[in-house]
């Protein structure tokens, strides 16, 4: 599982601001596998030319980098959305499995007509702000483990996102994640307006070793709920899957967005990739 804080070295990584232009890509390495543009509907100033054009940056951008990644971005004021991925299949979430379990737990509570308990906020908070391992494990059980996220998932038409019985290997695409951020954030979602304020509270205030990633691409002004995972995969040779999703808003913003990498040779490179993807997209769906 993930660990409670980032290795020495990967504190050093502090989000960047958004320079003017869209940033290339550095480093060596190759995607695992061509990467081929999700279907999605676009609307708004962002059209099919630039859809096609975003989506060979990115793959040139992941060409660029070591392991493989894959992407969602929605821009709630204009209705945009982008996604592309790599073949094959899904990618490990890491700790960002955290943000389906607060989802759910905030969702049971609600269908039993209550607030969280005391342990149950001290779980949560744990959980999102320091991403506590054992705080999350306490609150999947609690959910019914595997069978009982799968299941409140598909009832929430989350069907791309397979939980397992380590929560860490739970395994999803950039674009469920997006509807699950959407879920959590929207006013028009499944949760209550005190929920709703309480789970951004969380995902704002997580610890500034941890407040890398999508934020990187984050303007002056910006609020960002953000969480990220980071673990290594066994399977895989101890490389990393380092993610990281986050809704960035302001009083002339609505982003969610989702970046899934896997295959990193350390998770200072995976947060690398993270970041100058985040950048490349959200750059590009700016107005």
């Given at each position: ?30 995607i ?12 708004g ?21 070591p ?40 969702l ?11 342990a149950?906020?001290?779980r ?5 702000r ?20 799968t ?53 704002t205030?997580?610890?500034?070793s ?78």
């Amino acid at each position: 599982m993930n660990p409670r804080s980032l290795p020495a070295a990967c504190t050093q990584v502090r989000p960047a601001r958004l320079a003017p232009t869209r940033p290339p890509c550095t480093g060596g390495g190759v995607i695992s596998a061509p990467a081929r543009e999700v279907p999605m509907v676009s609307d708004g100033a962002f059209g099919p030319a630039d859809r096609l054009t975003l989506t060979r940056e990115v793959a040139a951008c992941l060409r660029a980098r070591p392991g493989r990644g894959a992407v969602a971005i929605h821009d709630r004021l204009t209705g945009a959305r982008f996604a592309m991925e790599p073949d094959p299949g899904p990618f490990p979430l890491a700790s960002v499995a955290k943000v389906a379990i607060l989802l759910g737990t905030l969702l049971n509570a609600q269908a039993q007509g209550r607030a969280l308990t005391g342990a149950e906020r001290v779980r949560a908070e744990a959980m999102i702000r320091r991403s506590d391992n054992a705080a999350a494990q306490a609150l999947a059980v609690e959910l019914g483990g595997k069978e009982g996220m799968t299941r409140r998932l598909r009832d929430l038409g989350v069907d791309q996102t397979w939980p397992q019985t380590a929560w860490g290997t739970t395994l999803s695409h950039p674009a469920d994640q997006l509807k699950l951020l959407d879920l959590l954030t929207s006013p028009d979602g499944p949760l209550a307006v005190e929920n709703r304020l309480y789970a951004r509270a969380l995902m704002t205030s997580v610890e500034p070793s941890q407040a890398w990633g999508v934020s990187a691409a984050a303007l002056p002004g910006e609020q960002v709920a953000i969480k990220n995972g980071w673990m290594p995969v066994r399977a895989h040779g101890g490389r990393w899957v380092v993610n990281s999703v986050g809704h960035l808003s302001s009083d002339s913003s609505d982003l969610l967005i989702a970046i899934l990498t896997e295959r990193s040779p350390d998770t200072e490179t995976g947060i690398r990739t993270v970041q100058e993807v985040a950048e490349l997209v959200i750059s590009a769906m700016r107005p």
